[in-house]
């Protein structure tokens, strides 16, 4: 792992089941900071596997779809946000999804941003962006504590 300047690498999970999607925010992640460390899980169960893994190292972030295979967005929300040993990672769900019950649904279990997804890549770019600037250039790291 390269260190930033700060002499800190950050990790990302990035939580998509759409490989497209997943590759163009990769691209945009890696080309905003190159010393990002992105794993990826396909969809809620794979998320939690990894998260619960000891093999793995916790992520300082964690990007996410809703609308996923076997257990979607929603579902790995409320249960991130009710482990205290997860509830501390910054959450940002990336959706396609404009509905009002799905934005409002995301943040009653405490996500930290909603975005849409844009058809656009720039504008995807831009917003992948932003959320790499404020989450990761801002993060401070919590000690993880493995019960």
């Known amino acids: 792992m390269t260190p930033t300047a700060s002499g800190v690498s950050y990790d990302i999970l990035l939580v998509e089941d759409d490989a497209a999607d997943a590759m163009l925010i990769r691209d945009a992640l890696l080309d905003q900071r190159a010393d990002h460390v ?23 972030l964690i990007v996410m779809d809703l609308n996923m295979p076997r257990m979607d967005g929603h579902e790995l929300l409320e249960i991130l946000k009710k482990d205290d040993a997860l509830k501390v990672i910054p959450v940002v769900v990336l959706s396609t999804s ?8 995301a943040y009653r279990r405490h996500a930290n941003a909603y975005i849409a997804k844009p058809v656009n890549l720039d504008d995807l770019i831009r917003a992948v962006r932003s959320i790499d600037s404020f989450f990761i250039d801002t993060a401070a790291r919590i000690p993880f504590t493995s019960e």
């Open 98 to 105: 404009q509905a009002p019950e799905d934005v409002v649904g």
């Open 38 to 60: 992105i794993s990826q899980a396909e969809d809620g169960i794979a998320a939690l596997q990894r998260l619960h893994d000891p093999a793995f190292r916790r992520p300082d």
